[in-house]
């Protein structure tokens, strides 16, 4: 039986892992997959080795907080693979801890490929080293990582983006609204406080007085919370209880993100890819970020563009204000919702740009995706730029 070993290290990395074994077993169906992944992946039939919760660390002091739990697993699972010698590795994003993994199993003879091209074009450029001699194959995100990659004789494939795909071009807003049972015409705020228990220690109190803020320039305003674990709920529920806050109209989902987005005329969003589902979704957003200083400042010596939100990053310009560390107070991140809420033509035009954004990157990406993967696992251009 073909076995292909896939390892995600977040949700994000998990939606795009299941995305991929059902294109991929659609065309190959007796493939076996195997590694680390998250619910979605386990769900698409991965046998999963480790919680992917193990990866799901972000910042420099955060990782040496865990770093040898996080070693331990890389050494059995390199092992693990060097012994039973899948046909394929597939890395998907988590770089720090994939880019090792490919390196050593190509090293013998194992097939690789990273998917989701490490952020070179934004901080730590010297990877596309590690990255060259780790990968069979990039799979591409976005368009302009495609001749970045090829310019450092990388193989790489732009296969679009998944959510692109996935979301509508026109969200109906009006009807989420009325499943949620929120007022048609009244302001919306979606607060998106992060995926991981580690992110919500920096960003649950932040995001509560932001809102409380909020509340008090806007008082009519409701807010939508989706959070993706109880970990992470139990966490911002302390946040309201410690601040003082419950009175606050603020309803909190498991889950169901995207319906925040899609009823939201604005949202506080963590930096990362909800960015880009916000996006997606025409949501005008504030970004914002916190983490442990050091972790901060190290991270922030080693970046080249001076922002960092995708939906920034595509447009090559400030677009949406990012708020970080320092910048990112309740007082500074509530005056800018606020100026979202009330300039309604500012919202349009987000929402336009959002929709262009969203159109470039509606690749058919599964098919793409598919594609490249049997072309590597089959030996069919494995070295090649396509």
């Not at 050091?294 to 995708?310: A, E, I, Q, T």
Request: net charge positive; charged share 25%.
């Amino acid at each position: 039986m073909t076995t292909v070993a896939l390892v995600a290290g977040e949700p994000s990395g998990d939606l795009l892992g299941a995305e991929l074994m059902a294109a991929v077993r659609a065309r190959r169906p007796g493939i076996a997959f195997c590694g680390i992944g998250g619910p979605k992946m386990r769900a698409a039939g991965l046998d999963c080795w480790h919680p992917m919760e193990t990866l799901a660390v972000r910042g420099y002091v955060e990782v040496l907080r865990r770093y040898r739990e996080i070693l331990a697993v890389r050494r059995r699972l390199v092992a693990r693979l060097s012994q039973d010698k899948p046909d394929l590795f597939i890395g998907i994003d988590a770089p720090d801890f994939n880019l090792e993994v490919e390196r050593r199993l190509r090293a013998r003879g194992v097939r690789t490929i990273h998917h989701v091209c490490p952020s070179i074009w934004a901080w730590r450029g010297g990877r596309v080293r590690l990255l060259k001699e780790a990968a069979d194959r990039v799979l591409a995100l976005f368009p302009f990582e495609k001749p970045l990659l090829e310019a450092h004789g990388v193989p790489v494939t732009y296969v679009g983006h998944p959510l692109a795909d996935l979301l509508p071009e026109y969200p109906d807003r009006a009807g989420t609204r009325e499943r949620l049972r929120l007022p048609a015409a009244g302001p919306v705020v979606a607060l998106l406080p992060g995926s991981r228990d580690g992110e919500l220690e920096y960003m649950a109190d932040l995001f509560v007085e932001t809102a409380r803020r909020v509340h008090a320039r806007v008082p009519d305003v409701q807010f939508l919370v989706p959070l993706v674990s109880r970990e992470t709920r139990t966490r911002f529920e302390r946040a309201l209880y410690d601040r003082d806050a419950q009175d606050l109209p603020v309803h909190i989902l498991f889950g169901h993100a995207h319906a925040a987005l899609t009823a939201a005329d604005a949202a506080l969003v963590a930096s990362g890819t909800a960015t880009l589902e916000a996006a997606l979704l025409r949501c005008p957003m504030v970004i914002t970020y916190r983490m442990a200083d050091w972790s901060w400042r190290l991270m922030r010596g080693k970046g080249y563009l001076p922002y960092g939100g995708l939906p920034n990053i595509l447009a090559g310009r400030f677009v949406v204000p990012e708020l970080i560390q320092e910048h990112a107070t309740p007082d500074n991140l509530a005056q800018a919702l606020a100026n979202l809420v009330g300039d309604a033509p500012v919202r349009s035009r987000l929402s336009e740009l959002f929709g262009q954004m969203h159109h470039e990157l509606r690749q058919g990406s599964a098919e793409r995706t598919s594609d490249a993967v049997l072309e590597v696992l089959e030996g069919r251009g494995a070295t090649r730029s396509a």
